[in-house]
Structure formats: C-alpha cells, structure tokens
C-alpha cells in the first residue's frame, strides 16, 4: 500500500490552499502535522475524493485519484466534525451505515458490527443512544464506521480534540494496532498525537511541506537550538522580546523557561535535548 502525490496544487478562487505539495507514504501510521489553516483538511479532502485538486498528480497504490469509485473503496475516513444520528442506538446506527455501504445479508452485517465495535472497545454500548456517547466514545464509533469497508487506508482529521488524557492515548492505541496492515494518516496540530505513534510524518505551513521524513531526524535538526533558564519575570520578558517561548513553569520566585535560540542565548541559560515539541516550533517558528 503506498500514495505518491506529485505537485498537488488546491486553490479556492485566489486562495492557495496547498502550493505545488511532492509526498510519498507508505504502509504504518503517518502523521500530518501544520497550525491552523496549514492545508491539512484540504489534502484529506483531496485524498477522499470530496474536494477536486486544481493540479497535480496523485495515485493510491497505483490508481489515479480521478477513479473515485476504486479510491473510495479502499478509503476509510473520520472527518474532524463526525456526527451520526444522535437518536439512533451504536447499532442503529452503524447497521445503517452498513447498508448504505450495500453489506448485505443483515446476518453478515451484524457479524461485522459486533467485531468492529468490539475492536473500538464499544461492544458494551450496543444499545446506548449516539448522543449519550462521551466524545472519546463518540471518535471509537467514529473509527468503526470509518472502517465498515475494510479499507487499506484510514484518514482521522483531528481526532484527539477534546479527548481527556486517558482517551487520548487510548485512541491513539487503537489508531496504531489498526496501522499494522495499512495505512493510516493522522492529521493534527497536536504535536504530541504524533509523537507516540507515526515514525514518518509531514509538516505543513501555509500549503506547503516545511518537513516530510522520520520523527527523529526531525528532532535531531532542533539539536543546539532549545534551552532552558531559570528567569525572574523581568528577565522573562527582556527574552521574550528576541525569542520565541516554547513553554514555562513556575518554581517558586522563578519561571523555567523553555526557549529556542540559534546560538546566543543568555549566560545563565543550559542547551536541553529537544523533543518533538521543540523541533516542531522551531521549523513552523522559523528558527
Ligand atoms: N471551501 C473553502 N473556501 C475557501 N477557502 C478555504 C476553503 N477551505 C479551506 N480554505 C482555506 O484554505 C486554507 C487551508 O485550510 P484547511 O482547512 O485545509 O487547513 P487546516 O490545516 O486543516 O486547518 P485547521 O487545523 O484549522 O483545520 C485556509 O486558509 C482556509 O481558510
């Protein structure tokens, strides 16, 4: 299973959505990372058929994009803004969504429901109302309709919004067993979604690739750039002027101040090993 996208442009009247973008992915979890208004929707949007590129070339494991009917198929997507039938049952509601995905007989649909909700870790909620569903439950139906086809390859848009921290890594579990025998692209401006689960990713600023390749070598390029000082608020502020911040902490009169810098920081400032985090500031920073 692999995508090869060659000089994809989006405009929307004179607006450059995405500006001449090359990516390669293949089999595993890929991240697609950028802020707000990066472009990354459109490219999922793309992916899935639903919005036309203006230019380039895109093939999903060979087939041009133009042959919606194949790449729908194999796709499976769980789009940012997911709602179903909130007074249907998660059977109700996924037996729905399997007949409009012409699976037939019920008795087959039925087996493939109790296995796919079992998977997602629903098999429990069977008879609860969509709307009574918390929103961690509410992406797990997600993902199971999403997956209704048994598609090679699966496209979550901002799926951790709103999770708490133990749904959160929960689904991002599940997003990760799931990318054992295809693909799944993640796309998020949460850093830390990607951290834990995708070893390739792309960063996206403003339509185009800033980064694509492994998380590491990412990480290594922020190496010398990120360091931490101890600061009282005065001093904060004097760095916060020529700095970009990336995050602080208060430890009793003081303020731990992560910060990146190319090479002139203050005296009493210490270089840190970066994380994702940081490598990831510093590129869409600019640094
Ligand atoms: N239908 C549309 N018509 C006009 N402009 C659009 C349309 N959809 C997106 N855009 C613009 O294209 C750019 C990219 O938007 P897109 O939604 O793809 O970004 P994003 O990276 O997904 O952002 P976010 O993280 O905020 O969802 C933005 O400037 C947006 O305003």
């Not at 230019?55 to 179903?84: H, T």
């Not at 401006?189 to 390739?200: A, G, S, Y």
Request: hydrophobic residues 40%; contains cysteine.
């Amino acid at each position: 299973m692999n995508i090869e996208i060659k000089g994809l442009t989006k405009n929307y009247g004179n607006k450059t959505a995405l500006d001449n973008v090359d990516l390669k992915i293949d089999k595993g979890m890929f991240g697609l990372l950028g802020p707000n208004g990066a472009g990354k929707t459109t490219l999922m949007r793309i992916l899935t058929t639903l919005v036309q590129k203006t230019e380039g070339d895109i093939n999903i494991q060979g087939i041009d994009i133009s042959k919606k009917r194949k790449i729908r198929q194999m796709i499976g997507y769980l789009p940012q803004d997911f709602a179903v039938y909130p007074t249907l049952t998660v059977y109700e509601a996924m037996d729905y969504l399997a007949l409009l995905s012409n699976i037939a007989p019920k008795s087959k649909r039925k087996k493939l429901i109790l296995d796919l909700l079992e998977k997602v870790n629903l098999e429990d909620h069977l008879k609860t109302k969509v709307k009574a569903l918390s929103g961690g439950m509410k992406r797990r139906l997600g993902i199971a309709q999403a997956l209704i086809n048994n598609p090679s390859l699966l496209i979550v848009d901002e799926p951790t919004a709103g999770l708490d921290p133990e749904e959160r890594i929960r689904f991002r579990n599940l997003l990760r067993d799931f990318s054992e025998d295809r693909i799944v692209i993640l796309s998020t401006h949460i850093v830390e979604d990607v951290e834990f689960t995708c070893e390739d990713l792309a960063i996206l600023k403003e339509g185009q690739i800033l980064y694509k390749g492994k998380s590491r070598d990412l990480i290594k390029q922020a190496e010398g750039y990120i360091w931490t000082a101890n600061l009282d608020r005065k001093r904060l502020n004097d760095i916060r002027k020529n700095h970009h911040i990336i995050s602080t902490v208060s430890e009793g009169d003081l303020i731990k101040t992560r910060f990146l810098s190319d090479g002139t920081p203050i005296e009493e400032s210490k270089a840190v090993s970066p994380s994702i985090e940081d490598a990831y500031m510093k590129l869409v920073k600019g640094v």
